[in-house]
């Protein structure tokens, strides 16, 4: 597959490489061409609404499935013809549990070791280094069910990294978790990828993808947008400035003359703009008026899905607002 | 490869301990048959009653360590429900080395069950001497591994954990029923014998009892070709089952997805 000894092409290669990928189940076109790539020390948020292909990508990238047509390389791997190798060098947390309940976690983690070839006692040392580094000391020794939901996510982030890998995926790996595990959970992952790590993860958490260096919104099997979560919103149509002063009317005259749209609401001004982040500088510099209040407001991931696709992320919203209906007919859905 | 294979028996040995009570749970089985049902018949039957019961010690030993092994070969149902396989399944351990290790796993539990029913021989007037000991132990090893393979041949072809009893009812039963562990093969009606041919558990429990009273109904050559030949192609099958899952996460099971 590739011509360069696997040792280079390791360190120049892209974390996460999907060409013209397209997977079919019996009945469904899970993933019907995706193209994506995904930069080593990234973090990258794979974000769409449930059937809309997340997992089957996923699992292809993790070696579980094997692609229909098209291909799928982890730091220069391919996922079928070097599966070992992707496998050695990448850890996985899934959505549902993946330690044995009833054995300790410290336990779990040795055993884990021996599934990556580690001798018992380099498998124990391991372990000890992984629950030391997640600051599992107090909980290592108790059955895993014993614990915490939040302390048994990071078990399951201990595991993962018992290979020490260099792209860790993760899988909606919070999903049922309060906010403050969450966020504890995301501040362990963002230390990780200070260390140089690629992570990928699905969510359908928005303010979970807001963490990425950029996110890929996927629905019925194809990538609907790529970008930064800054992009994205901007591709919406950027933000709204929301302006209170003590003249509205010359304001909204100025406003009209410098090129803006502004908008009158019942109390305040209204700016739609690309960016409003950079232009607010400009307006509170120049405005002949007093400002009395300003606020900025960004549009959500979620009004980012809901422009592209006509559809909420929660469900189905049949009468999606205009400029929906890009979504193509039959849609996609997972097995 | 060696390194999974023991990684898969080291998980299942450490539950396997977590679940020592069923050990001696275990234990109520082989001797409800050897002390009731062998008490029982004995003192109605031609044979008398310690003979018989001596006669089925071997056959309850089989009894024990068949459901014992296919009991362990379970978890692999088990293990594709609960999440914690999926893990193992994205570690870089050949699936061969999976199937493996579930053998031996199979078959060290079965060992050990049948180890600790060992003890009751003199109760019944199983009288071991140094020779009988050695040739038991080998032949119940042989017995474990093959019964450990049936588990595994099995188990990795389903998916769901309630179909499971059913078939052991409708496989495990006649195959320790055909077996002649409670009854001389050699008086069986003509169909029984030809069936019990058939049978991979008669060949074990025939070696087993010929180690302990000297009497065998196949010749000892057969039975060890025979348990020897179902190891291997049993084996050989259920690794070909888990290579067929490669590409669909379900080590094969028919139907089976993880979501």
């Known amino acids: 597959m590739n011509p360069t000894p696997p040792e280079a092409s390791l360190k120049n290669a892209p974390a996460v490489e999907v060409r013209a990928l397209v997977k079919r189940y019996e009945k469904v076109e899970a993933l019907r061409g995706i193209d994506l790539t995904v930069q080593p020390g990234e973090m990258f948020a794979l974000l769409g609404p449930n059937g809309a292909g997340k997992t089957t990508l996923f699992s292809i990238l993790a070696t579980l499935r094997a692609p229909t047509e098209g291909g799928a390389k982890v730091l220069g791997l391919d996922v079928v013809a070097e599966r070992d190798a992707v496998r050695r060098a990448m850890g996985i947390v899934f959505q549902e549990p993946a330690i044995e309940q009833r054995l300790t976690g410290r336990d779990n983690l040795v055993l884990m070791g021996l599934f990556y070839g580690l001798s018992s006692s380099s498998a124990k040392k391991r372990a000890a280094e992984i629950i030391g580094d997640l600051g599992l000391a107090d909980v290592a020794d108790r059955p895993a069910k014993t614990l915490s939901g939040g302390q048994r996510r990071k078990l399951e982030l201990a595991r993962a990294l018992v290979c020490n890998p260099r792209i860790l995926f993760l899988d909606e790996a919070t999903l049922g978790l309060d906010v403050d595990a969450r966020r504890a959970f995301w501040a362990q992952v963002s230390a990780l990828t200070a260390a140089g790590r690629t992570v990928f993860f699905t969510t359908h958490y928005m303010e979970e993808a807001e963490v990425a260096n950029r996110i890929a919104l996927i629905d019925a099997g194809r990538i609907v947008a790529l970008g930064t979560p800054r992009e994205l919103k901007t591709q919406v149509g950027g933000g709204v400035v929301n302006l209170k002063t003590d003249d509205d009317a010359k304001a909204r005259l100025w406003l009209t003359e410098h090129g803006f749209t502004p908008e009158k609401t019942a109390s305040e001004l209204m700016i739609i703009h690309a960016d409003p982040a950079s232009i607010l500088p400009e307006l509170l510099r120049n405005l002949p008026v007093k400002v009395q209040r300003v606020s900025v407001h960004e549009p959500s991931l979620e009004d980012v899905f809901l422009k592209l696709t006509g559809r909420g992320f929660g469900g189905d919203k049949p009468d999606g607002p205009p400029g929906g209906g890009r979504r193509p007919p039959g849609r996609g859905g997972e097995a | ?259």
């Open chain 2, 1 to 259: 490869m060696i390194r999974g294979i023991y990684a898969v028996l080291v998980i299942d040995l450490k539950r396997f301990w977590l679940d020592r009570a069923r050990m001696i749970m275990g234990l109520a089985q082989p001797l409800l048959y050897l002390f009731v049902l062998g008490a029982g018949i004995g003192s109605s039957s031609l044979q008398g009653g310690a003979n018989y019961q001596r006669f089925i010690f071997p056959g309850v030993l089989a009894l024990s360590m068949l459901f014992t092994a296919t009991f362990a070969a379970i978890s692999i149902v088990f293990d594709r429900q609960i999440g914690f396989f999926k893990a193992v399944l994205v570690a870089p351990v050949p699936r061969p080395a999976i199937a493996l290790g579930k053998v031996a796993a199979g078959a060290v539990q079965a060992a050990i069950q049948g180890l600790i029913v060992l003890p009751f021989a003199p109760l019944v007037s199983v009288h071991l001497g140094m020779i009988e000991t050695v040739e038991l132990l080998g032949s119940m090893t042989l017995a474990c591994i093959t019964f450990s393979a049936i588990g595994v041949a099995f188990a990795s072809r389903f998916n769901s954990v309630t179909v499971f009893p059913i078939v052991s009812n409708a496989v495990l039963l006649p195959m320790f029923f055909l077996s002649g562990a409670l009854y001389p093969l050699e008086k069986a009606p003509d169909w029984m014998k030809l069936a019990a041919h058939a049978d991979p558990v008669a060949y074990a429990v025939d070696l087993m009892r010929g180690a302990v009273l000297h009497t065998f109904f196949f010749p000892v050559w057969l039975s060890l070709a025979v348990l020897t030949g179902v190891i291997a192609v049993l084996t050989y099958s259920g690794v070909q089952v888990l290579k067929r899952g490669e590409d669909d996460s379900s080590l094969g099971a028919s139907k089976f997805t993880w979501k």
